[in-house]
């Protein structure tokens, strides 16, 4: 009997601890699921019982410089999806060829996407309001009340097609800036994602009209550039004629600059590309290949059309770069402007044992001052005056002059400049830069460069936006001119600028005068790489002299049309004070 009694109490005893154990584990597996999983499961939860539909912002607009031509804007257009699970099985197939008929779709395609058991499926992206207006029509006379939904959408439409293509860039699919100022200015761009979110029964279904929660999208800030509608027109136009006349195999490009506060007013490309069709091809060549091209390289030729090669290119500047020798030299005492005789071109100058010619060794130069130096391009003018300076202190130029860091300017894809490093520069090499070849800089560097030489000696940061408008409240949010430091005093600035006034009335610019302004300018001509056979011609003006407003750098990428290469060929030149005033192609 006491067996039995024991027997039992210890059935109990066992029974009392397994019900423990089960409690304690049943204790730490709902705090385990309430402490640990219980954000991921309140979501999960939350996404069951929502049908959740996004509403795209309008991305920002975006205006040339005097606020009023609009060069990129999002027009109202609209997305289809359907709610599966709210299609009833015997109309789906029917759904399935309206949508597929009115859309243009693939009808197997589109009824994978009815019959799916998911909560939401897209139909079709930014479609224009008279398909869909198609579309209600038809839900209309087939009584077609729930499962299809036609929210408003936004679609990027550039109004200018090609102008300033690679510095406007353009969006993808899902409105997110790919490239140029689209991609950079992204975060202000883009707005805030808005929401139609509404409670959904067990099955997916809608639970009517009263659950919907209604999150409305902030629209993007707009922007204000710099580039100006009228100076792009132009200088495109030309830039184009100048590339097909010279039959420039490698495209060329323009940058015109304020040296005042470091606006770009103008930055070209050719070839362009339509920013409304930026995956087509964008040459007469390329279209008459394109079918036949395999994919790579369809790849490879859109990207060098998107490429900015005014900011992403390096090249050797040539003879426009003997502007910053001259200014290391004047400001530095070594020489000055009108000496007579200060220099002999005897056709070429040895430096280390290898002699360097200079381009009209021919028939040399003989007695000259800097000011004819720079007028007749003579190169042992540049390296006699690079070897007084020496290379320590010539860095140091490069360095004031920023030609040794990115500019900064407000682009995506800026690349940097190539030196030899310092301690590896000997006489040659410091020869070679102090006339402008075996080093490779961007044309933004050397178009900032000069734009400190025309503003008084002022180094000063380029940009591409202006302002920000607040799309909320409109405040307009000025974005400040950035001057860094001086690199050449006042004085100095006024003598370049008056030797380049002569190699424009008198020397090897002489093309680029324009009667009624006063102009000053450089020509250049460099080889693109060794032992290429290609060519790079250039030319940089300013004016007004008096009071620059404009830089202009103009570069040609192998010309070899019956011109020539020489950087004195031809010009285009640009005065510019409100609006342009003036621009001539020779």
């Not at 060069?71 to 599966?84: C, G, K, Q, R, W």
């Amino acid at each position: 009997m006491n067996e039995i009694k024991l027997s039992s109490k210890k059935k109990m005893r066992n029974v009392l601890f397994i019900s423990f154990l089960i409690v304690i584990c049943l204790i730490v597996r709902i705090g385990y699921i309430q402490l640990i999983q219980g954000k991921e499961l309140t979501k999960l939860a939350y996404d069951q019982q929502t049908l959740d539909r996004k509403i795209n912002p309008k991305r920002g607009t975006i205006y040339d410089a005097t606020g009023k031509n609009i060069l990129a804007v999002s027009s109202t257009v609209e997305t289809v999806t359907v709610n599966p699970s709210n299609i009833s099985a015997e109309n789906k197939e029917k759904v399935t060829k309206a949508l597929s008929e009115i859309f243009e779709l693939d009808y197997e395609t589109t009824l994978k996407k009815v019959k799916r058991r998911s909560s939401i499926e897209t139909i079709a992206k930014k479609v224009e309001k008279e398909k869909t207006d198609e579309l209600r029509k038809w839900m209309g006379e087939n009584n077609i009340t729930t499962g299809i939904n036609i929210d408003e959408d936004t679609k990027r439409y550039y109004p200018y097609n090609n102008l300033a293509s690679q510095i406007i860039g353009f969006c993808g699919s899902d409105n997110q800036g790919l490239d140029g100022i689209e991609a950079k200015y992204e975060e202000e761009l883009k707005g805030v994602q808005g929401a139609i979110q509404k409670h959904t029964d067990a099955k997916g279904g809608e639970i009517g009209e009263e659950g919907e929660n209604y999150i409305p999208a902030v629209d993007g800030n707009n922007l204000v550039l710099t580039i100006d509608l009228t100076i792009q027109s132009i200088v495109e136009k030309y830039l184009e004629e100048a590339c097909i006349d010279n039959v420039c195999t490698d495209g060329g490009s323009i940058i015109v600059m304020n040296p005042q506060n470091g606006d770009i007013l103008a930055m070209a490309n050719y070839p362009s590309y339509n920013l409304n069709k930026p995956y087509e091809p964008y040459t007469d060549e390329l279209k008459l290949t394109w079918d036949s091209l395999e994919q790579s390289e369809k790849t490879k030729y859109l990207q060098a059309g998107w490429r900015n090669k005014a900011i992403a290119d390096t090249y050797e500047p040539g003879s426009v770069f003997k502007l910053i020798t001259a200014s290391a030299s004047l400001e530095e005492g070594i020489t000055d402007t009108d000496k007579e005789g200060e220099f002999c071109c005897t056709g070429g100058i040895e430096v280390a044992g290898v002699r360097i010619k200079c381009w009209r060794h021919y028939r040399p130069h003989g007695s000259e001052s800097l000011r004819l130096g720079l007028m007749n391009s003579c190169n042992p003018v540049f390296i006699g005056l690079g070897q007084k300076i020496g290379v320590t202190k010539y860095y140091e130029y490069l360095e004031k002059f920023k030609l040794l860091q990115k500019t900064g300017i407000d682009l995506p894809g800026e690349a940097g400049s190539i030196f030899l490093a310092r301690e590896k520069a000997g006489p040659v090499e410091l020869a070679t830069i102090s006339f402008g070849q075996r080093f490779e800089i961007t044309p933004i560097q050397l178009a900032t460069a000069v734009s400190s030489i025309a503003n008084g000696g002022v180094s000063i940061k380029p940009r591409t936006v202006k302002q920000i408008i607040d799309s909320k409240t409109k405040e307009i949010i000025d974005i400040p001119v950035q001057k860094v430091d001086n690199v050449i005093s006042k004085a100095t600035s006024e003598k370049v600028l008056s030797m380049m006034e002569s190699v424009v009335s008198e020397g090897t610019g002489k093309n680029a005068k324009v009667a009624g302004y006063r102009i000053g300018g450089k020509t250049g001509t460099s080889e693109d790489g060794v032992n290429t056979n290609k060519y790079v011609t250039s030319f940089c003006g300013v004016a007004p002299i008096d009071n620059p407003q404009a830089v202009v750098l103009v570069t040609l990428y192998n010309p070899t049309g019956e011109g020539g290469h020489q950087g004195g060929v031809w010009v285009i030149l640009t005065t510019h004070s409100e609006t342009i005033e003036k621009l001539v192609m020779i």
